[in-house]
T-cell receptor
Framework: NAGVTQTPKFRILKIGQSMTLQCTQDMNHNYMYWYRQDPGMGLKLIYYSVGAGITDKGEVPNGYNVSRSTTEDFPLRLELAAPSQTSVYFC?????????????FGEGSRLTVL | QKEVEQNSGPLSVPEGAIASLNCTYSDRGSQSFFWYRQYSGKSPELIMSIYSNGDKEDGRFTAQLNKASQYVSLLIRDSQPSDSATYLCAVRGLDMRFGAGTRLTVKP
């Protein structure tokens, strides 16, 4: 099992460009999440999904969009990139149930907007 | 607004000492609580999970949960230099929220 796979690992964007961060998991988890982590800070929830076809906003959704057409994939779309979106992005998944719910993280995608 | 607050760091302890990390949360509907360790430039990794009031021990780590006080803590006994990292408290309600993290340094 590969777990949670994120691509790309690194990307530099110009202001106003758009891009998609890809995330896929092979653990058949129903929940998936996108977080961003600014230097020296904790993780801020951008969007999450409780299953295919269902997404919901987190703490910091502005400037981002997501979709969940399959259980495995949860891409994050950045429209009109701004310097404030420079961050490390983590995708995670979890299986929900009684006394479960730990997150499994991808390796992160480091995005710089210049 | 669902808030997760951690005691501000950085925290520095000598090797062999006990490190104490604290976390409070605002959402009374929270059901599950986790501590993650994150080394610089790496993804967070799970250290402990706790779901009911009381203590849970795993090796040198003990998590404590008090739902009435909305408080979670992590004790690291016999701290080692390899424990030097940022520790993140995470709280699950409808979603999963993280605190800002506490940076721990264990000095040899």
């Amino acid at each position: 099992n590969a777990g949670v796979t994120q691509t790309p690992k690194f990307r530099i964007l110009k202001i106003g460009q758009s891009m998609t961060l890809q995330c896929t998991q092979d653990m058949n988890h129903n929940y998936m999440y996108w977080y961003r982590q600014d230097p020296g800070m904790g993780l801020k929830l951008i969007y999450y999904s409780v299953g295919a076809g269902i997404t919901d906003k987190g703490e910091v959704p502005n400037g981002y969009n997501v979709s969940r057409s399959t259980t495995e994939d949860f891409p994050l779309r950045l429209e009109l990139a701004a310097p404030s979106q420079t961050s490390v992005y983590f995708c995670a998944s979890s299986r929900q149930g009684i006394n479960t719910g730990e997150l499994f993280f991808g390796e992160g995608s480091r995005l710089t907007v210049l | 607004q669902k808030e997760v607050e951690q005691n501000s760091g950085p925290l520095s302890v000598p090797e062999g000492a006990i490190a104490s990390l604290n976390c409070t949360y605002s959402d009374r509907g929270s059901q599950s609580f986790f501590w993650y360790r994150q080394y610089s430039g790496k993804s967070p990794e799970l250290i402990m999970s706790i779901y009911s009031n009381g203590d849970k021990e795993d090796g040198r780590f003990t998590a404590q949960l008090n739902k009435a006080s909305q408080y979670v803590s992590l004790l690291i006994r016999d701290s080692q230099p390899s424990d030097s990292a940022t520790y993140l408290c995470a709280v699950r309600g409808l979603d999963m929220r993280f605190g800002a993290g506490t940076r721990l340094t264990v000095k040899p």
